[in-house]
């Protein structure tokens, strides 16, 4: 049990976080390379500018896997680019650039190295454990995105969010703490959905 109020919600994001995070785990690899493949297929039709700044993940473990997504979006012009883990509290987001080399970045994925080119990303395309119908997003618990997000808007700048999950991740309410930063979409293989909710 929770010593005071103020863990419950950090309680309740974890057990909501494993149980979100077993129901991915435990999708067939077949099954969750269909899934990717039709999350990708409706994220094609994502309105973006030529030389607009995407960001995207490449993925670890159980996630989706969006490069099919991220290499179309190339083509129509955008500027890709991963995050990269700096520090145990920092991310920022590194160009792709094809052929480059990508280097470990820790927790089983991988992203540009340091010579790679920082980029302010106006469209991120992100992963997560678990969301809810009002785009309240769970993370993995470092809040790496959050602290990124808070970064970029501090400098003016205001991207749009939308979370890539497989739709067995979602969860009938997520809690929002303060620092929590809501989605303005969520991206699964049943199609684009977007929140007027999110922050």
Known sequence: MADNLNDLPKDLKKSLRSAALTQRDALPP???????????????????????????????????????????????????????????????????????????????THGPGPEAEELDPELMLMPLAAFDGKGNRIGYGGGFYDRAIERLRAAGRAPQLIGIAFACQETDAAPAEPHDVGLDAILTEDGLRSFTGGT
Request: hydrophobic residues 45%.
């Open 30 to 108: 077949d099954i969750r390379i269909e899934k990717s493949l039709a999350i990708c297929d409706h994220g094609a039709g994502l309105e973006i500018e030529p030389g607009s700044i995407v960001s995207g993940f490449w993925p670890m473990r159980s996630e989706a896997d969006i490069r099919p997504l991220m290499a179309a979006l190339g083509e129509r012009g955008a500027r890709l680019c991963l995050p990269a883990i700096i520090d145990r509290e920092t991310i920022v987001f590194r160009e792709l650039v094809r052929g480059a080399a990508l280097v470990e970045m820790g927790f089983g």
